[in-house]
């Protein structure tokens, strides 16, 4: 049985989208354990009612949970925005989201205090990014537009297909006029059009990626618990709730590391 240190970190998403955080902490912490679930079986999130997200979200947490981790990182802006403090008081490990450090680390780099939130719907609806960012500076005025379009364009694989650009330049339109000067990229998913939105947006504004942020605080959390492991190259296994080989297939394009792909459908 593996102790503490050697236990693995389990990160979750609705889909692939949440491969971008985890590739951070893969680089940030290459010998650490880990093990991903994407629910691609009931994806997207997005739409959804909170309460069934907040089922979800803690029925995956359940699973990772049975399967040893020593902490749990909802890599869902829609998880961390309705059910972080459910999984909070559920499980006895650090729970980590993707909205209170991204605001953290985000906050100082707006000179105009004008910041803009591209998220899911639920997301948007939560006013979860606002209610951080006034909590922070209440100064910072926080536009927001949800776009499950985006969501969708990178989890079936077509993040690169013709239309990617138009679909982008669409859903930034507002940001650009409202003059923000910071852009969060509010869902796991988007970080892979992140090159297009750079080369529509310029110097306008700066594109803050939620997984660096994310990553450094894991590294924070495990050194501050003395559960690093610090032995040996880690090991990362990838679950689905869908299907093993599409997983496989579009993870590939987003993350090299998705080999070990199994299946976990649940018993609705």
Known sequence: MMNDRQAPIGIFDSGVGGLSVAREIFARLPQENAIYFGDDHRFPYGPR?????QRFAL???????????????????????????????????PVLGVIEDTVHYAAPLSRRKRVGVLATPSTVASNAYPLAFHAVDPQIEVVQVAS????????????????ALSATLRA???F?????????????????????????????????DPA?????????????????????????????????????????QLEPSVQDVREMRWQE
């Open 49 to 53: 009612p909170a309460e069934q997200v």
């Open 176 to 208: 650009r006029r409202a003059e923000v000067d910071v852009l969060i990229l509010g869902c796991t998913h988007y970080p892979y059009l992140k090159t297009k939105m750079v080369e529509l947006l310029g110097d306008l504004a700066q594109i803050v």
């Open 148 to 163: 499950q379009f985006l969501v969708n364009l990178v989890e079936n694989g077509n993040s690169d297909k013709q239309g």
């Open 212 to 252: 660096i942020a994310v990553s450094l605080r894991v590294e924070q959390e495990l050194l501050a618990r003395g559960i690093s492991n610090d032995i040996k190259q880690g090991q990362n296994i990838f679950f689905t709730s869908g299907d093993a080989g599409r997983f496989r297939t579009v993870g590939q």
């Open 59 to 93: 029925q995956i947490g359940d699973f990772l949970f049975g399967l040893g981790v020593k902490m749990l990182v909802a890599a869902c802006n829609t998880v961390s925005a309705v059910a972080l403090p459910l999984l909070t008081a559920r499980f006895p490990v």
């Open 172 to 174: 930034i339109a507002p």
